[in-house]
């Protein structure tokens, strides 16, 4: 009897312990996710600054000749 409660508790203990590691497991794995996902949209939010800061840097003067030329 005593034999058969001890392997029960061992059972659960071995349950629990798996679950709370699967739950911490997939937890990092999103957390991984989720970085990759900022790296990935930073470096796009980078790229479309440098791409706008051209564009400025092309029709500003363009523009500030137009204005100008009206004075």
Known sequence: MKK???E???Q???IVFSVVLGIFLSERIE???NKDEAAL????????VTKNK???EY???YHFVI???YE
């Open 31 to 33: 957390e991984r996710k």
């Open 41 to 48: 949209l930073l470096s796009k939010i980078k790229s479309e």
């Open 8 to 10: 029960n508790i061992k």
């Open 54 to 56: 051209q564009l400025l």
């Open 4 to 6: 058969s409660i001890l």
């Open 12 to 14: 659960i203990l071995l």
């Open 67 to 69: 204005v100008h030329q």
């Open 59 to 61: 029709w500003v003067p």
